[in-house]
């Protein structure tokens, strides 16, 4: 009997079924990921170690998937700014599963070049080295908080008491998406303007 041109299952297929399972609202769990796949927990096991491994390879999917050219404009905030736009988009579509990888360490060699773009960047903009991997944090905590932003509700605030300053700025305030970009786009600025301070 002739083999299968493709394998049956791969790391990516698992990979892809776990993304689809999360961004769908379920949980991961390894038996019903193995069902959705039709395959047994045994062939499973066989590519990724227990659900750590389908996380790792969730990562290493999801690094392709949103790969990051690293601009040659010599300009540091444009550096910056590219970095941090691949790790927003890459949240801000996949929220529920970026809620797992904070469970694992980073080892995939794709995301971990993109996080050694970004300190590349803060370092030719001169930021001392004792600042450097706080300052990635930052960046990189506030793109996931503004990806978990976009789950909010339509309206993010609804005050009651009359005269509520909030109530007049919300009237006014965009919503839904238009909102969530302006939030990154504004806070990214401001991050950057901070860093630019320090500096000075």
């Not at 698992?14 to 399972?21: E, G, M, V």
């Not at 999801?62 to 990051?68: I, N, P, R, V």
């Not at 790790?87 to 469970?103: E, K, N, Q, T």
């Amino acid at each position: 009997m002739a083999r299968p041109i493709s394998p049956i299952l791969s790391r990516e297929k698992i990979a892809r079924a776990a993304i689809d399972l999360i961004d769908s609202g379920e949980e991961l769990k390894i038996q019903p990921l193995a069902k959705r796949l039709g395959v047994s927990l045994s062939s499973l096991y066989h590519h990724v170690d227990g659900r750590d491994g389908i996380i790792h390879a969730m990562r290493e999917v999801l690094s392709g998937d949103y790969a990051f050219d690293e601009t040659k404009s010599g300009a540091w905030q444009d550096d910056l700014r590219a970095g941090v736009h691949s790790l927003w988009r890459l949240y801000s579509d996949h929220p529920r599963v970026m809620i797992h990888l904070l469970g694992v360490t980073i080892h995939e060699p794709d995301t971990l070049r993109l996080y050694e773009s970004l300190v590349g960047g803060l370092r030719r903009a001169g930021l001392p080295d004792e600042e450097v991997l706080t300052t990635l944090e930052v960046l990189d905590a506030f793109a996931f908080g503004v990806a978990l932003d976009a789950l909010s509700p339509t309206d993010i605030f609804s005050p009651e008491r009359p005269g509520s300053p909030l109530a007049d700025l919300a009237r006014s305030h965009p919503t839904g998406q238009e909102r969530n970009r302006r939030l990154y786009e504004t806070g990214l600025e401001i991050i950057l303007a901070g860093i630019e301070a320090r500096l000075n």
